[in-house]
């Protein structure tokens, strides 16, 4: 689509923080008022709008790619959409161990066993940890009390969230990031142990890198668009 505008200006509405172009306010793909819920995520969605050249190209633009979803997709869907990513700790990745070799066993441990003991205490709940990919049931309380934890998150950081949820393969890291306030870099690298243990083994071809820093890329947007979208 090419560029139809010259000045991106972000306005506070009655519905939050607007971004303008040359004075006329963004709409989402199913026309609602893209209004942002803090003038930080505002500012990052005015300063994609800002960096466009000749033409408007959406992959350049994640944060208003996630802001249209907030919006036209979980506002309206906000408590299956919240299901749907709760439903990732029946078998969050980081209660799955490998059973060999020893040194993967600990590299995993010691990435992992702290972040379920950070959801433990913060929760009040208890994982079943197993060895191998067979599948074990998790209590039924712990999968509520999470299940709730989740829906009580607002439309945008529930966004983020299931950006950072569904790259991870776990539950427990993205809340570790949105609620527990982890780093994300370090999040990251937990859920890639497995994946960087076969990179050592076996060398990484140059497609592999580049899919593996693009998931990397939009796991440190979400991140930062989680971050962001609080006040």
């Not at 793909?29 to 960096?51: G, H, I, M, S």
């Not at 299940?147 to 009580?152: L, M, N, S, T």
């Not at 994946?195 to 998931?215: C, F, H």
């Amino acid at each position: 689509m090419k560029r139809f505008y010259k000045e991106v200006a972000m306005v506070a509405s009655d519905q939050g923080f607007a971004v303008q172009l040359d004075a006329r306010p963004v709409r989402t793909p199913a026309r609602a008022l893209l209004a942002l819920p803090t003038p930080a995520l505002a500012d990052a969605v005015a300063a994609e709008w800002r960096a466009q050249g000749e033409s408007v190209d959406p992959a350049t633009m994640p944060f208003t790619g996630l802001a249209n979803a907030a919006i036209d997709h979980v506002v309206a869907n906000h408590k299956s959409f919240a299901a749907g990513i709760a439903r990732y700790g029946e078998s969050d990745l980081l209660c799955y161990r490998a059973e060999a070799p020893q040194t993967l066993v600990q590299r995993q441990a010691a990435a992992w066993d702290p972040l379920l003991d950070w959801a433990r205490a913060r929760y009040d709940v208890a994982f079943v940890v197993t060895q191998g990919v067979l599948p074990v049931a998790q209590p039924a309380q712990t999968l509520a009390r999470l299940g709730a934890v989740v829906e009580a998150f607002d439309p945008f950081l529930l966004a983020g969230l299931s950006t950072l949820v569904n790259l991870s393969g776990s539950l427990i890291c993205g809340l570790a990031i949105v609620d527990g306030g982890h780093d994300l870099d370090a999040i990251w690298q937990a859920a890639e142990i497995d994946e960087a243990w076969q990179v050592e083994q076996w060398g990484e071809d140059a497609q592999a890198a580049a899919r593996n820093a693009r998931r990397a890329a939009d796991f440190a947007v979400a991140g930062a668009f989680c971050g962001m979208s609080r006040p």
